[in-house]
């Protein structure tokens, strides 16, 4: 079994709305945060045995495995795997606790652990549909045959 471990943490810029940060594709802009921590840590990026990110609104260019792509955006190694979760306003949070799990499990030494919202590419709900007010609550009987 491991212990988990935080050994570095690094972050983008906090953006505005439609400032400089906004004209990246969100996985220029996850790849280069997940480079930067690879390269912040010293480690080996084909050391990490798993990357996990955060991604509440996996529509768009956040779509398609996010947390993979920044990875493969940012030119790091192939056989790295990597998975997206939402768990709304946790997905981040979520994926830390997924990797110290896989730690802790002795299923992998060196894992990852990030998030992205590109809220001036991807709006908040954009994944949501065009009929999202028109549930229909009552339309569920739980007692039909």
């Known amino acids: ?17 439609n400032g400089w940060l906004s004209g990246l594709h969100a996985t ?10 690879v390269e912040k840590a010293g480690i080996d990026a084909g050391s ?9 609104t996996q529509y768009g260019e956040q779509s398609n495995n996010v ?6 955006t940012a030119g790091l ?6 998975t997206t979760v939402d ?6 949070q979520q994926a830390n606790h997924l990797i110290a799990g896989l730690i802790a499990a002795g299923a992998i030494d060196i894992g990852i652990a990030c998030g992205i919202e590109a809220m001036s590419r991807v709006g908040l709900g954009a994944n949501a549909g065009p009929d999202r007010s028109k549930i229909r609550a009552e339309s569920w009987d739980i007692d039909m045959p």
């Open 77 to 82: 190694p192939e056989h790295v795997g990597a």
């Open 67 to 72: 947390t993979r792509v920044g990875w493969l």
């Open 48 to 56: 990490v045995e798993q990357v996990i990110g955060g991604c509440v």
């Open 1 to 17: 079994m491991g212990n988990p471990v935080i050994v570095e943490a690094t972050r983008s810029p906090i953006g505005k709305r």
């Open 28 to 37: 220029e802009l996850l790849g280069a945060v997940q480079r930067a921590l």
């Open 87 to 92: 768990c709304q306003c946790g997905s981040a």
